[in-house]
C-alpha cells in the first residue's frame, strides 16, 4: 500500500487549505481512514476520522473547523480546514485508523503563519 498526501502550504492565520491523501493498492472502501498531525517532539495526533460508513469524529482543537471526507472510487480522503490557527502548523499524514497501519506517507507540511 501507498499514502501521498499533498496540498499542504503556507497560509496566514485565518486561511484554508484542502488537504488530499491517495491510497493505492487496497480498497479504501473497507477501511475506516484518518488525518493525523506530528509536531517536532511530539506524538502523531488523530486530527479527524471518518468511518466506512462516512461517520466522522474530530479533535476537539479542530472541531468546527476541519472538515474530513472520503471519495472511495477515487481511492482518496481529503481534509478541509478553515480557520487556520498557528497552533494548526505541523506535518498531516492519513492512514488508516484500524489495529495495523499501513506504512505511512511522507506527510505534507502545513504552515500557519503571517
Known amino acids: 500500500v501507498q499514502i501521498v498526501e499533498s496540498g499542504g502550504g503556507l497560509v496566514q492565520p485565518g486561511g484554508s487549505l484542502r488537504l488530499t491523501c491517495v491510497v493505492s493498492g487496497s480498497i479504501l472502501a473497507i477501511y475506516d481512514m484518518a488525518w493525523y498531525r506530528q509536531t517536532p517532539g511530539n506524538q502523531r495526533e488523530v486530527v479527524a476520522r471518518?468511518?466506512?460508513?462516512?461517520?466522522?469524529t474530530y479533535a476537539d482543537s479542530v472541531k468546527g473547523r476541519f472538515t474530513i471526507s472520503r471519495d472511495n472510487a477515487k481511492s482518496t480522503v481529503y481534509l478541509q480546514m478553515n480557520s487556520l490557527k498557528p497552533e494548526d502548523t505541523a506535518v498531516y499524514y492519513c492512514?488508516?485508523?484500524?489495529?495495523?497501519?499501513?506504512?505511512w506517507g511522507q506527510g505534507t507540511q502545513v504552515t500557519v503563519s503571517s
Open positions: 471518518i468511518h466506512t460508513l462516512y461517520a466522522t
Open positions: 492512514n488508516n485508523d484500524m489495529d495495523s497501519p499501513w506504512p
